[in-house]
């Protein structure tokens, strides 16, 4: 096992570790909400590992950085009483979601071994230079997507509008 | 010797089950957020791991498809925390609760 | 190996062990002359002051022998965490920041930098982001009114301040075409004709031509005057010191986020702090302030110039130990910049705090992109090639 494939197994347990514990068994909001930003980061280290330098970098500061903190913001702000978890899972919710659960799964693999996505096409050792580094990816964002990023920056406007309409207490 | 991009999918697949498990059984608004943001982390996972595989064109030009699409979905997620916390706010402001069952009327 | 295991011990063990305890006695000292106090002289060695620079000693000695007090009702676990969460961040940052140029000794080629990565200013952004979570963790897991009150103030000052650091050096991007800080501070050492964009218009009448030989050195303060302005700002605020304070403002929040702490784990706090403090002065140097180049001697000049007399690798050498002191010296300058400001203005209100990054920085950020943008690409309209200002 090459030192690479070391890492993407430490970064995978870790990340499906703390998500396990982010909706199972921690008892403060904040827990799991700090198990949510240790999913993030390795989530980057895996991103790390699979060329997309950018991607991670991007990862770490708007979900770690921006989102998760936003959360924490808003727990903080609230008065929260006995963990601020709410209920624990009932019986029936969770048949429920491990029906969903094990179908998405069940029908991931399936599609995948079917359609043959991993045979087809081997994984590319060589990549060209400078692979999902900022200069690549940003000419291709600004040539290619360019209609894309746009309509990302009017998905984003319209959410700031909505974000200020419903945490204001009154409009005058 | 590079990750199987088996073992990335599966990965992917496995949180997104965590997350919709999360956001079916859990009745707290925040919770359901973060397994929200699970989910779209798992499938950024995905399309990065699939970026992987079809990472050059025929002309052996790089390609970014899946990267893109990942960052867009990292702009949307941001939205949506916004809009969504935005919505717990006003939430607790008017039920005084985060119970997700407690905001089962269509109108009052 | 064994170089890059040097490169980083020298850069921490500068920066923890030498500037932030000097950073300590240097505030207080600074504080005493402007507020015309004499300022710490009692510990002493066998009567020996010292200009009371064996003051940081006994602040540690203090400290560790302090008690270390946990509030009943806190999270223990995250309450020992919270320190270390913010501390790490101040000691990863200066990683990518260059502190010397690339030298050539025989064989060896090496550049004075501890991780010489591609997208260092983002680095530098990513870490800043996650240093919200030692002041947030630290409010809510002391379980105080206190702390609580100050971890929300400095949750929403440091995200909306990261927001407005980020896009007030966008310009600065533009410029020198690159992220990573190592190309910034070598694109740095040059010098630029002031005068220079009189060529797009019209060619210099006669007996001007003194106008060409008005050379700035092609520094980011220079290039980019606004943005030097915003991003100190910016950064001084997400280190929250004084004028920025208001997540631990002493007179209204005991002491902010940190109120529940004490002796060694208080101590990693204030060295966070202090530390931060180096790493903006280091941040700016290399990005506004040349880095380690030296105003109008570029690194051949001086490689040449020493080696007409004394050999290539002496030199080099030399050209080395020039460069990491004109580094040094610029840090210290900031540094004192930074101690000048934060003992002279008074402490922000919160809703001014806001307003200066939302309505003020944020839409000047803006216009120093587009102005950037317009520049360079009216240069390159009317004369492709041209040196752009």
Known sequence: MSFEMFLFYAFAFLAVFSAVAMIGFVRHIVAAAMSLVVTMVSLAGIYVLMHAELIAAIQILVYAGAIVVLFLFVIMLLDLRDGGLGPAARGQNLVKAVGVGGTVTIGTLVVASVSGVFSVNPLVESLPEGFGEHRALGIALFTDYALAVELVGLVLLASIVGAVILAKRKID | ?108 | ?389
């Not at chain 3, 080629?109 to 990565?117: E, R, W, Y």
């Not at chain 3, 919200?132 to 929403?156: C, F, K, Q």
């Not at chain 3, 902010?256 to 530390?275: H, N, P």
């Not at chain 3, 101690?339 to 920085?361: E, T």
């Open chain 2, 1 to 108: 010797m590079s990750i199987p991009i088996e073992h990335v999918i599966s990965l992917s697949a496995l949180l997104f089950v965590i997350g919709v498990v999360g956001a079916l059984t859990r009745r707290n608004l925040i919770v359901i957020l973060m397994s929200i943001e699970l989910m779209l982390n798992a499938a950024n996972l995905a399309l990065v791991g699939f970026n992987r595989v079809w990472s050059v064109t025929a002309e052996g030009a790089a390609r970014y498809d899946g990267q893109v699409f990942a960052l867009m979905v990292i702009a949307v997620a941001a939205a949506e925390v916004a809009v969504g916390l935005g919505i717990l706010l006003s939430l607790i402001r008017n039920r005084d609760s985060l119970n997700v069952d407690d905001a089962s009327l269509l109108r009052w």
């Open chain 3, 1 to 389: 190996m064994i170089l890059v295991v040097a490169k980083t011990l020298f850069i921490l063990i500068v920066v923890t062990l030498l500037f932030a305890p000097l950073i300590t006695w240097v505030e207080r000292k600074q504080s005493a002359i402007m507020q015309d106090r004499i300022g710490a002289n009692r510990a002493d060695l066998a009567g020996m002051t010292f200009l009371g620079l064996l003051h940081p000693a006994a602040d540690v000695i203090k400290l560790l022998s302090k008690e270390d007090l946990v509030p009943a009702g806190a999270n223990r676990f995250l309450h020992a965490l919270a320190p270390i969460l913010s501390a790490v961040p101040a000691l990863i940052a200066f990683a990518v920041i260059p502190y010397g140029a690339t030298y050539r000794f025989g064989d060896t080629t090496f550049t004075l930098v501890a991780a010489d990565i591609d997208w260092g200013v983002l680095y530098l952004l990513v870490i800043g982001s996650l240093a919200t979570y030692g002041s947030v963790l630290a409010g809510w897991a002391s379980r105080s009114n206190w702390s609580m009150l100050g971890a929300i103030r400095a949750t929403a000052q440091m995200i909306s301040y990261e927001v407005t650091m980020g896009l007030s050096i966008v310009g600065i991007f533009m410029v020198f075409g690159s992220l990573k800080l190592t190309d910034m501070a070598v694109a740095q050492d040059t010098t630029f004709r002031v005068f220079g964009f009189l060529d797009l218009f019209a060619s210099l009448p006669a007996g001007a031509g003194w106008l060409n030989a008005i050379r700035l050195p092609n520094w980011g303060i220079f290039l980019q005057p606004l943005a030097f302005l915003l991003f100190l700002t910016c950064i001084m605020a997400e280190n929250k010191r004084p004028p920025f304070d208001l997540p631990e403002a002493d007179s209204e929040l005991v002491a902010g986020y940190f109120t529940e702490y004490s002796g060694m784990r208080f101590g990693l706090f204030y060295m966070a702090e202090f530390i931060e403090v180096v790493v903006i002065a280091g941040a700016v140097a290399a990005l506004f302030l040349g880095g380690w180049a030296v105003p109008y001697l570029s690194q051949e000049t001086i490689t040449a110039g020493v080696a007409s007399l004394f050999g290539e690798g002496f030199a080099n050498l030399v050209c080395m130990l020039i460069h990491v002191g004109c580094f040094f010296s610029k840090v210290v300058f900031l540094v004192w910049l930074q101690m000048l400001i934060r003992w002279s203005f008074p402490r922000f209100r919160y809703d001014q705090l806001m307003d200066l990054c939302w309505k003020v920085i944020l839409p000047l950020s803006l216009l120093n992109i587009f102005l950037t943008a317009a520049g360079m690409l009216l240069a390159q309209q009317i004369a492709p090639g041209a040196a752009a200002s």
